[in-house]
């Protein structure tokens, strides 16, 4: 009989390619998963895996392994389902992964929520992008993904997910205090033409939204940092290093040397909750739905 957990080593190899890719789907280390692989090809009698370049790939026997490790995982994810149904008390673990300003501002309410109406739930909690988190739902490595859907770069929920509208939020833009446009309460975002802007990391959602958004408006930006975090970014604008668009969800304190302005156009983005689908009624995730919706009414209506 085979390793559930070693089939499920061999099963993230496949669906992501390589040791350490499926190491930090697991997350676990790549020697953990190199281990767990070597123990389940004594376990077949046959090689699972082949040099390939620097990395690995599949022989014959791992991709046909493989596949039947595909099927008996989501055998055993149905099946967690079917307990999860046969009992109405909130108890054991329930994972939530959500981006980071849902994780700053909505998950601690949220949590606190959870842990004072249903203490036998086991929450562990996650920060991620939507890029990130949805795979991971899909795959039943997540229960509840918060995510965002900008208007102008939209989140695309696989098929096999169902979205909670929360609420929406809208970001604005930050100006030096000294700017010649920072007494206004409206700007065009063309304008804002003789300023640097301030992004999160090259290759995030965040930094191809601004990006997105400003080209839309026939900006070509000028990105003088690309720095994590919105009060960071705060930070760096009122030492006048540049503009930045900052969602109101994120904002908090703001710094002297800072101020906030409107956009035209508008630039909305709507804040989801995601679950497999047929799981939103569920114990856990029920719970976790119920909890958020009651955590986002302070954030409906600004």
């Known amino acids: 009989m085979f390793n559930v957990d070693r089939l499920r080593a061999l099963h993230a190899v496949a669906q992501h390619g390589s040791v350490a890719a499926a190491a930090a789907a697991l997350h676990v280390t790549p ?10 090809e004594r376990e077949a009698g046959q090689e699972l895996l082949e040099p ?10 791992g991709r046909l392994l493989a596949s039947h490790a595909e099927r008996v995982l989501a055998q ?10 046969l009992r109405e008390d909130v108890l054991g673990p329930l994972r939530i992964a ?18 004072e109406q249903h203490p036998r739930l086991e929450v562990t909690l996650r920060e991620g992008e939507a890029e990130v988190t949805l795979p991971q739902l899909v795959t039943g490595d997540v229960d509840v993904a918060v995510v965002e859907s900008w208007a102008d770069l939209p989140t695309v929920v696989p098929p096999s997910a169902t979205r909670v ?26 304008e ?27 900006v070509e930006p000028r990105i003088s940092c690309t720095v994590g975090g919105y ?14 668009l900052v969602p109101r969800l994120a904002r908090g304190r703001v710094p002297d040397g800072v101020r906030i302005v409107g956009t035209r156009p508008a630039l909305d983005r709507t804040i989801m909750a995601t679950c497999r689908t047929g799981e939103e009624s569920l ?19 600004w």
């Open 31 to 40: 020697s953990g998963v190199s281990q767990q692989l070597a123990k389940l």
């Open 52 to 61: 390939r370049g620097r990395g690995v790939r599949l022989t014959r026997a």
């Open 76 to 85: 055993l994810a149905q099946a967690r389902t079917d307990l999860e149904r």
């Open 98 to 115: 959500a981006i980071s300003t849902c994780v700053h501002a909505l998950l601690p309410p949220t949590l606190a929520a959870l842990g």
């Open 165 to 190: 509208t929360l609420f929406s939020d809208v970001a604005d833009l930050a100006l030096p205090a000294g700017h010649r446009l920072a007494h206004r309460r409206v700007v065009d975002l063309a």
């Open 192 to 218: 804002v033409d003789d300023l640097p802007w301030i992004a999160w990391t090259a290759g995030s959602r965040c930094h191809t939204w601004l990006v997105q958004v400003l080209r839309a408006q026939d």
């Open 231 to 244: 009060p960071t970014q705060l930070a760096l604008v009122a030492g006048n290093a540049g503009a930045a």
């Open 283 to 301: 114990g856990g995730v029920r719970a976790a739905l119920d909890a958020l919706r009651s955590a986002s009414a302070r954030f409906t209506g």
